[in-house]
């Protein structure tokens, strides 16, 4: 049974002239959503500027997601002839993460901090795990779309758990600035 509204203790301290959690919450959430679309934006450059002749800027962007992605040709979708700066797999993360916090006030409020149970993420993974596993073993030949769906479940799925950790996150800080003590390094 729900505690009388007497007894309701607020759970995040302001102080004078700070940003109401709901707001942190809403500019942490804009952050992470800005983030992802850069990201996917910048993928999709990649080839778009090869397709024009801006050998430059279209080197530096495949090299900046090379750390992260093999870039197989034949693993990737492509662009005006040229392939994405990632492979169908991993495009279909940053995708599905951008989709994911996209429409994540749509499934939770924004300053819920905490995070759906572990459990969930394991379970977003197992649609990519499978669909890895068996081409590798050679049971089924996957595809660049069966790549990219599986693993946009699970990059969708990364959304629960970033935009909870960015707005605790946002609220730790504006804490530690509305008392000064942590701003100023003193006690």
Not at 78 to 105: I, T
């Amino acid at each position: 049974m729900p505690a009388p509204i007497s007894e309701y203790v607020p759970q995040v301290m302001r102080g004078a002239g700070a940003p109401a959690p709901s707001r942190r919450a809403a500019v942490a959430w804009a952050l992470g959503l800005g983030v992802a679309a850069l990201l996917v934006g910048l993928i999709l450059l990649a080839p778009a500027a090869r397709a024009r002749g801006w050998e430059t800027l279209s080197l530096i962007l495949y090299q900046g997601f090379a750390p992260v992605c093999h870039q197989l040709a034949e693993r990737s979708f492509h662009l005006e002839g040229f392939p994405l700066a990632v492979c169908a797999r991993c495009w279909g993360l940053y995708a599905g993460a951008l989709a994911g916090l996209l429409f994540y006030p749509l499934a939770r409020p924004l300053a819920q901090t905490d995070a759906p149970h572990r459990g969930w993420v394991i379970a977003a993974a197992l649609p990519t795990s499978v669909d890895f596993a068996l081409g590798f073993l050679g049971v089924w030949e996957n595809t660049h779309w069966s790549r990219f769906l599986t693993a946009a479940v699970l990059g969708a799925s990364a959304a629960f758990f970033v935009v909870p950790a960015l707005v605790g996150l946002g609220l730790q800080l504006g804490r530690k600035g509305v008392s000064g003590a942590a701003v100023s390094g003193g006690p």
